[in-house]
Structure formats: structure tokens, C-alpha cells
């Protein structure tokens, strides 16, 4: 049976200079493993017994990087779910979208996590390392900037 889990992209806006672009005060929160081989992935974990895909999701970003589910607000349209082997089994990894309410809320790292950084697209695409995470990371980007 396919391994599944859940977790949220995370966002969060600056405030822009007036002669920038809204895309460009975007900035993505990924935190580095402190294991295997330290990639860079936004907070997500497996589903527990008894749960739904979306509580995992919340309950896996509290866990990971100290946000509680009333410090975010999910996005309405955007779910993406990506396929790939872990250890020669199926993975499912569900992802929805949510934004800080404020920028300045202090990310709290498990132990599972050594380090988080808020990065741009561009460089977020950098850390990310897998191809799938950095196609879905400029799809949020595209749909963010569709809804300005």
C-alpha cells in the first residue's frame, strides 16, 4: 500500500517597495531535515489512524515549524498531490496552500528539522531539490500571482 502524507506550502508575504511587483514580496517557507540527506521541504508528515488529510496537514506544521492553524489562512483552490517512490514503495504527498497572517511569526523547528529559511521563488526552487517540488513550488507561485 502507497505511503501517504500530508502538509501545507507556506507563505508569506513582505511588504512590497511601491515600484515592485506583488510576486516579488513572496517569499516560501521550507525546513532542512536533520536527517539522510538534509532536503529542503515545506512541513508535511504521515497520516495517523483516525485522521483526515488536511488535519495531518495542520497537525504536521504545528509539529514541524511551530504554526498553529489559527496563525495561517488556507487558500481556497489550490491542492496538489505528488507521486513518487520512497525506498522502493509509492509515496502520495498532499499539499494545500496557506499564508501567515503576520510575516513576523517566529517558526518553532522539531527535532526532525535542523534549520528553515523563508526564500523567493527562484531560491526556493534552488533548495528544493526534487523536480516535483520545484514545479508545484512555481504553480503556487503562478496561482498566487493570478489571484492579484
Not at 514580496?25 to 525546513?31: A, D, G, N, V
Not at 495561517?72 to 513518487?84: M, V
Not at 522502493?88 to 511569526?105: F, H, I, S
Given at each position: 500500500?502507497?505511503?501517504?502524507?500530508?502538509?501545507?506550502?507556506?507563505?508569506?508575504?513582505?511588504?512590497?517597495?511601491?515600484?515592485s511587483k506583488?510576486?516579488?514580496?513572496?517569499?516560501y517557507?521550507?525546513l532542512?531535515?536533520?536527517y539522510?540527506?538534509h532536503?529542503?521541504?515545506?512541513?508535511?508528515?504521515?497520516?495517523?489512524?483516525?485522521?483526515?488529510?488536511?488535519?495531518?496537514?495542520f497537525?504536521?506544521?504545528?509539529?514541524?515549524?511551530?504554526?498553529?492553524?489559527?496563525?495561517l489562512?488556507?487558500?481556497?483552490?489550490y491542492?496538489?498531490?505528488?507521486?513518487?517512490?520512497v525506498?522502493?514503495?509509492?509515496k502520495?504527498?498532499?499539499?494545500?496552500?496557506?499564508?501567515?497572517?503576520?510575516?513576523n511569526t517566529?517558526i518553532?523547528l522539531?527535532?526532525e528539522?535542523?534549520?528553515?529559511?523563508?526564500?523567493?521563488?527562484?531560491?526556493?526552487?534552488?533548495?528544493?531539490?526534487?523536480?516535483?517540488?520545484?514545479?508545484?513550488?512555481k504553480?503556487?507561485?503562478q496561482?498566487?500571482?493570478?489571484?492579484?
Amino acid at each position: 500500500m502507497a505511503v501517504r502524507a500530508c502538509g501545507l506550502i507556506i507563505y508569506r508575504r513582505l511588504q512590497p517597495p511601491p515600484s515592485s511587483k506583488v510576486a516579488d514580496s513572496i517569499e516560501y517557507l521550507l525546513l532542512q531535515t536533520s536527517y539522510g540527506t538534509h532536503h529542503w521541504t515545506p512541513p508535511k508528515g504521515h497520516v495517523d489512524p483516525g485522521e483526515d488529510d488536511l488535519q495531518t496537514a495542520f497537525r504536521e506544521t504545528q509539529e514541524e515549524a511551530g504554526l498553529q492553524a489559527s496563525q495561517l489562512n488556507l487558500i481556497e483552490g489550490y491542492k496538489k498531490e505528488l507521486h513518487y517512490p520512497v525506498h522502493g514503495k509509492p509515496k502520495t504527498v498532499v499539499y494545500w496552500l496557506a499564508e501567515v497572517k503576520d510575516c513576523n511569526t517566529e517558526i518553532k523547528l522539531s527535532e526532525e528539522h535542523q534549520a528553515f529559511q523563508w526564500l523567493k521563488l527562484e531560491d526556493a526552487c534552488k533548495f528544493a531539490g526534487y523536480e516535483d517540488m520545484q514545479a508545484t513550488l512555481k504553480e503556487v507561485h503562478q496561482f498566487l500571482c493570478s489571484k492579484e
